[in-house]
């Protein structure tokens, strides 16, 4: 189906609009086509096997919609519904009442599409919300102990530059008062240096030595 035809009616266009939010991409080969099949791939990867591929789901004039290659066959996407109840009888003459679950079939492909559409945005991609944009998967313990050491880590470090920080603050707190006291120690020195040398000097009156204070 080619983005003309999307085009062509009000639901197509909201289809096709929800389509190019989500980054799927319409694959439906021509021949494809022509059986009334739509083929759409999404831009998450499966992650069950050793070469993942794109996940696909396809639409299907029968009333099915399937996933393509997420398991070893193709299954439906369509919701389950309790089939008529049958009755067989045992040998004892009562009847036994059996009932089977089957596939709810969706006729009309406008109606396919917007199912599609629901159901990819619900199981795909919302529920795998964690995978990154290159399609690979990464589980959702791991992302959440990813998430949860990432914190620690951000928490151990946070905590060990501050005390780095305190340690710098009370080291220069330490810087500045030996400073102080080598100042001091400086200044006081000098001062009795000083008043030793006041001590030296004396003087000779009448053949008497006088210190000069």
Not at 128 to 149: C, F, M, P, T
């Amino acid at each position: 189906m080619n983005k003309e035809e999307y085009n062509s009616d009000t639901r197509y266009e909201k289809v096709f609009h929800n389509m190019e939010l989500l980054g799927i991409v319409d694959i439906t080969t021509n021949r494809q086509h022509r059986n009334g099949t739509v083929v759409w791939r999404l831009p998450i990867k499966n992650h069950n096997n050793r070469n993942p591929s794109y996940i696909e789901v396809a639409s299907f004039s029968t009333g099915y919609v399937r996933n393509q290659n997420s398991g070893y066959s193709n299954y439906q996407l369509n919701k389950r519904c309790e089939g008529e109840p049958e009755y067989f009888e045992l040998p004892n003459g009562d009847y036994r009442k059996f009932t089977t679950r089957s596939c709810k079939l969706i006729p009309i492909e406008i109606d396919r599409l917007e199912y599609l559409i629901s159901y990819c945005l619900k199981n795909y991609f919302i529920k795998r919300a964690n995978q990154v944009v290159e399609g690979k998967y990464v589980s959702q313990w791991y992302h959440d102990w990813s998430l949860e050491r990432a914190n620690e880590t951000y928490s151990e470090n946070t905590g060990a530059m501050a005390r780095i920080n305190d340690l710098e603050e009370k080291l220069d707190a330490m810087t500045e008062d030996r400073d102080l006291h080598v100042d001091t120690i400086i200044k006081l020195e000098e001062k009795l240096a000083a008043t030793k040398v006041r001590q030296d000097v004396s003087v000779i009156v009448n053949g008497h030595r006088y210190k000069v204070l």
